[in-house]
C-alpha cells in the first residue's frame, strides 16, 4: 500500500518530524483531522477536547508518543494538499489497475473507484490519462 512514503520529499519539515515520531499512516491521519491549523500541544496531562481530537485522528499510543516530543509546543499543521493529492492519484491508479487485472472493464473500473476516492469520474480518467501520457513519453 502506498503512503506518505511516497512522496516524502513533498511534506515540509514540520510533518516530516511527526512522521519521525509517529510514522506515515499516522502522519497522514492526523494531517486530514487538523492539517491546516495551528494547533497547540498540550501536555497531555489533563483530558482536553484537543487531547481528544489528537485521540479520536491517531489513537492513544500515538497521541502521547506526539505529546512526549511536542507537548507544550504550539506548531502550524500544515495541510499538505499537494502531497496528500499526489498520493491519493497513485492509490487509485494503483486500485484501477488491479481492477483491471481481476478483468474488469475501464469504465466499471471507474464507476467503482470515483465514489471510493470522492472524485468525479473525469478527475479519475484524467489521472488514468496523465499515466498513459507519461509512460507513452517514456517510450521515446
Known sequence: DYG???????????VQDIVDVIGYAS??????AIGGTTFAFGRGVK????????IKAIGAAKTYQLLAV?????????RCDKALKMLR??????????LKLAGKSATMAIMELCPKYGITDRTGWDIIR??????????F
Not at 70 to 78: A, K, L, Q, T
Not at 130 to 139: A, F, N, P
Open 27 to 32: 502522519t497522514e491521519a492526523l494531517l486530514r
Open 4 to 14: 506518505l512514503s511516497t512522496v516524502h520529499c513533498y511534506l515540509p519539515e514540520i
Open 47 to 54: 483530558d482536553t477536547p484537543r487531547l481528544q481530537i489528537l
Open 130 to 139: 496523465i499515466e498513459s501520457l507519461s509512460k507513452q513519453q517514456d517510450l
Open 89 to 98: 492519484n497513485i492509490r487509485f491508479k494503483e486500485d484501477y489497475l488491479q
Open 70 to 78: 511536542f507537548g507544550g509546543s504550539e506548531e502550524y499543521i500544515p
